[in-house]
């Protein structure tokens, strides 16, 4: 069963139609890896009973030749920052632990409804706020790449790291993550598997515990490019009950055979400004290999500026924590979630639930928030930070004149190892961390990560590629014909 989970979505729904296997062998091996895998720390929450009960139901509509999609059956994982019904979901954080919603996200309920088995709730920095998944109270996840010992790792990234792990392992074929400045792609670039960040408002966030709402979009990791556009088939399109939800009509993407597809006459761009001090040799050596290959397969590649992306992630961070200020205000210990023992007052019963139930990051960035929503402080960096994210938007729009895609790096380097990482503060580590991923949410445009090599160390190198709103099909079709060229090794030798 092994060699089942490493292949594709679509080659499992085959095997299940012809009857070959079932999903309940599927999800039993899904299972059986999670516990065997265990030690990296991917799942905070995994439902054995109400898995092997989908499971069951999915094997019965195989046998009634009625499946309800090409997900039917299919081990999925959901980040845990998404709500889900009788199960909790805790961002990983004190304040959380013990809260079960009754109800569940759009994207869950959407899984569902097609039939994937939702195999339980991945890892993440608290309350999503961070690149590494480093600060959970159940742990840091582990990457399976370069791994030697729990003494001797490297980081998966974040925060949607405890998602991608699990694909990158096999535990699942997808998982829900988000984004907000990277938090998808990221990880998916240090775990060696795709990242997709869609369009803002394109998949519904009703549900998805909100850290920056102008900026948070639900993303998709997978092991391929054709399984991530099987999933976000499934998870996109209008939601009533998410007022930032696209309206307009949603059409399926097929994307055709990659020996098929040119890329000739493609307009690629690449961002001067994304040329970083801090980018390492190998991964500007991976983006230049990348660009030759585009160049030599008949697309015109040509550099192109992106002048305010300088100013993008101090906007980013102002914007961010002024948000965060504002939706971690309904945490008081008063209506769901931790609640400290406190009774002498009503302050003091907020303040102390606060305290215990936040860690370091997330009081950090609610009290800087706090500080530049100030009367004295709003013009000054919260009206200002705005002005610029549209100064940094106007930059991808005016992009779009000259190119049709622009190509980047992902990360500026391979994963760090865990112990360099927690040498810098979360905010340090985020500004080098979110650089080349950040400016995307800021204009809300769709982005993806997929890996094209292995450094000298063996660990993924990724690259990145952006474009216009609504270019989806377009973006995974590259995806796609670069993925069948590179052919990366999805899984780590003798895993």
Request: net charge positive.
């Amino acid at each position: 069963m092994n060699n089942v989970l490493k292949t594709s979505i679509n080659n499992v729904y085959k095997l299940f139609a012809e009857n070959s296997i079932t999903p309940l062998d599927v999800t039993e091996a899904s299972l059986s890896h999670i516990e065997h895998f265990s030690k990296y720390n991917a799942f905070i929450t995994v439902s054995k009973n109400l898995v092997e009960n989908q499971a069951i139901q999915s094997e019965r509509r195989y046998k009634d030749s009625k499946p309800l999609s090409e997900l039917d059956g299919i081990p999925i994982a959901v980040k845990d920052n998404f709500c889900t019904q009788n199960i909790a979901t805790t961002c990983a954080s004190k304040m959380l632990e013990n809260f079960k919603p009754t109800y569940d996200a759009t994207v869950v309920q959407k899984l569902k409804q097609s039939g994937a088995i939702i195999m339980g709730k991945t890892n993440l920095d608290q309350f999503a706020m961070g690149s590494g998944t480093v600060d959970s109270i159940y742990g840091p996840a582990k990457n399976v790449w370069g791994y030697k010992s729990d003494s001797d790792f490297h980081i998966v990234g974040g925060s949607s790291g405890g998602s991608a792990l699990a694909v990158a392992t096999g535990m699942c074929y997808g998982a829900i993550g988000s984004d907000t400045g990277g938090s998808t792609r990221n990880p998916a670039s240090y775990c060696g598997i795709v990242g997709l960040k869609p369009t803002y408002g394109l998949v519904s966030r009703y549900g998805l515990i909100p850290l920056v709402n102008s900026m948070d979009v639900p993303g998709i990791l997978s092991r391929t490019v054709d399984d991530c556009v099987s999933i976000l088939n499934t998870v996109a399109g209008f939601d009533s009950k998410d007022s930032t939800s696209l309206t307009k009509p949603y059409r399926k993407i097929r994307l055709p055979d990659a020996r098929k597809m040119t890329v000739k006459g493609l307009k690629v761009g690449i961002p001067q400004e994304y040329f970083n001090e801090h980018l390492s040799t190998e991964v500007y050596e991976a983006w230049n290999e990348i660009a030759n290959l585009l160049e030599n397969n008949g697309a015109v590649v040509k550099q192109i500026s992106l002048p305010n992306t300088e100013h993008s992630i101090v906007c980013y961070s102002i914007l961010n924590q002024c948000e965060v200020a504002s939706n971690m205000a309904r945490y008081n210990g008063i209506q769901f979630g931790f609640r400290a023992n406190e009774n002498e007052s009503t302050e003091k019963l907020f303040a102390t639930t606060r305290s215990l139930g936040f860690n370091e990051v997330v009081r950090n960035r609610i009290l800087t928030g706090n500080y530049f929503l100030l009367t004295r402080n709003y013009d000054k960096y919260f009206n200002k930070a705005l002005k610029v994210r549209r100064l940094i938007a106007n930059d991808f729009h005016a992009a779009w004149e000259k190119v049709q895609i622009l190509l980047t790096p992902t990360t500026l380097t391979t994963a760090p190892f865990y112990s360099d990482f927690c040498k810098k503060t979360n905010r340090d580590q985020c500004a080098v961390q979110d650089y080349c991923t950040q400016p995307a949410n800021m204009a809300g445009v769709p982005a993806i990560s997929i890996p094209v090599k292995l450094s000298k160390t063996g660990l993924p190198i990724s690259i990145q590629l952006i474009g216009r709103n609504l270019s989806e099909p377009m973006l995974l079709a590259v995806a796609k014909y670069l993925e069948n060229i590179v052919r990366f090794p999805h899984y780590v030798e003798n895993l």
